[in-house]
């Protein structure tokens, strides 16, 4: 009975000298037992790692953003006018360049399409002190349909900015130069209200 404790307290005594490093000399001493056991990471690895926890602290600052909700608006698939559909997006600097990419991006009910022709991209945005914004399109929005496609296109992206207080007016350009129309039907040649 008297040698089972002896056994005993000999291992525990081995296994407390190895978890604490104590047989270790005093230049091979590892700062922990986790450092001793650590498998090398392989050249590439360690970059991905690195990117994966990058990209974890980007999704993270992403999600504690301040958010507000925005409208968007777009055409119902029968047709017959605009609908909004209300999304939060993050409130920041450039809020109304994010606001008509969610708008390019699409809707979320599956009724309601995005009434821009697709392929569409947003240039450029600025709005004036007196309120007057300018959007600058690619020139795929010149491919909508004229007539009521037209109306809703202009009036999509004019309802959408005017939600914001410091808009007032909106100013359409294509490529950078401004137009008199998208396809010949909607007269976009001055600033318009929602």
Known sequence: MRSRRWWLVVVLLYIACFSSGCWLTEDTRLKSWREWIKVPVEEGKEASSTAVKSNRTANIKELTKERITVELYFARKDGKGLEAEKRDIPKEEGIARKTIEALLAGPQNPNLICPLPEGTK?????????????????????????????????DAVVKTLCQFPSVKDVRFMVE??????????VDISRPLKA
Not at 126 to 132: E, Q, S, T, V, Y
Not at 133 to 149: A, L
Not at 176 to 185: I, K, P, S
């Open 176 to 185: 950078g130069d401004y137009v008199d129309t998208l396809a010949g039907g």
């Open 122 to 154: 947003l240039l450029d945005i600025n709005i004036k002190p007196d309120g007057l914004c300018i959007v600058n399109f690619s020139r795929e929005i010149t491919t909508v349909t004229p007539g009521k496609p037209e109306q809703l296109a202009v």
